[in-house]
């Protein structure tokens, strides 16, 4: 089933959310790795490339965006965006196990505690800041595709 406008604009204002509440709980995070440092970086520009596909989903209408710029092609990109958007669930989860409160263990030890755990689930952070950064590829691709529509049509 084609999915709508007001589908992609509740699907991506949703991600949106989800990505400034990741940004948020990474920059209180102590002793931040590598893993952890990328996937903010990679998160922050996801959400700009969300922000944009709803700036151009307004311009275009809301109600006719997919029909004119490719149902088949915008299903299968809300299809990954609601993959994205369990994995950041999933990732979520992650972040709050490893916060998770150790109860009267001093400062320094729950921060090396919530360390080890992000370590211990380094690979499994940098696969969905993999599959994170392909969605934003293929969104920032096919926001250009939409550019070029819109040029074609003017010139045409």
Known sequence: MPITGVEVMAITGYLVTVCHALSKRFRNIRNVGSTIAVFAKEITEFSAVLKNVQNTVTQFGVSGFIERCGAEHWTAIAKSLYDVKESLQNLELLLLESESDSGGVPTFFRQ???????DWNALDI??????????????MMSLNMVQVYVSLRWVG
């Open 112 to 118: 090396a505690m919530q360390k080890l755990r992000l």
């Open 126 to 139: 940098d696969l969905r800041r993999k599959e994170i950064a392909l969605c934003r590829q293929v969104l």
